[in-house]
């Protein structure tokens, strides 16, 4: 695809585009460095541990790789949400989305050893990538509208019992890196599917061109009853 062909897509696309990229990216980016981390990792590790522990234990290549995937993730994310305010110009949505994008990209700068700059970035990645699920429940149609209202769900609940709920009984059996799982994947797998929405869909047929489609063609119509209304 050249880059005059690029520019001239709609936004949603090519935010949809970005979107569907990044978030096969950070799944195939984790698998590959869990793959290639010699050292003991299970999944009640914390995934940031790829890049580094808080500890500074750092193994390549999987530290490589891991941040090299957040970083490029969430830059593509950023841009992603750039266009989608395009398309859409819902802040609501929009928002919460490139703060997301701009918490991945903190987290691929401030490996796990870096403190307290890491913990920001990534609770900021955890709640507001758990609120842009949510709330993209505005532009989106069922059943995706029920599907991501639900991970969403998922994905906040999960960030709160991670904060709150650490050492509660099915909670502590998950340990951090577990909870954190659940918080992360719903993001990750609403990242694939709401970009292959964006990308498969036509102005016309998102929620949000519709009403506004509705609504400028409703206009001539009530124009021209008041004229029909006025000559009688």
């Known amino acids: 695809m050249s880059g005059k062909a690029a ?63 957040m970083l490029v993730t969430g830059a593509m994310i950023v841009i ?13 949505v929009t928002i919460p989305t490139g703060l997301l994008g701009i918490g991945v990209l903190g987290v691929g700068i401030f490996p796990g050893n870096i403190h307290p700059q890491h913990p920001l970035f990534a609770f900021t990645a955890f709640l507001a990538g758990g609120v842009a699920v949510l709330l993209s429940y505005k532009v989106t149609p ?59 869909s036509h102005p016309a047929e998102t929620p949000e061109m519709t009403s506004s489609l509705a609504g400028s063609t409703s206009a001539p119509v009530r124009q021209s009853n008041e004229l029909v209304s006025s000559s009688q």
């Not at 193994?59 to 090299?68: D, G, K």
């Not at 992603?80 to 802040?91: E, S």
């Open 80 to 92: 992603g949400a750039f266009f989608l305010h395009q398309a859409f110009h819902r802040r609501a």
């Open 142 to 200: 069922q059943p995706l509208r029920s599907i991501v209202t639900v991970m969403g769900t998922i994905s906040l609940l999960s960030t709160m019992a991670g904060v709150f709920l650490l050492e509660w009984g099915p909670i502590a059996r998950l340990d951090l890196g577990g909870v954190e799982r659940w918080m992360v994947y719903p993001v990750v797998l609403w990242l694939v599917a709401f970009g292959g929405y964006l990308t498969a």
């Open 7 to 69: 520019v001239h897509r709609p936004p949603q696309k090519l935010a949809g585009g970005l979107l569907t990229t990044a978030g096969a990216t950070i799944l195939m980016g984790i698998i590959t460095a869990e793959a290639l981390y010699t050292a003991p990792y299970d999944t009640r590790m914390e995934i940031s541990d790829l890049g580094a522990t808080d500890t500074g234990f750092i193994l390549h290549p999987s530290s490589y790789i891991f941040n090299a995937t």
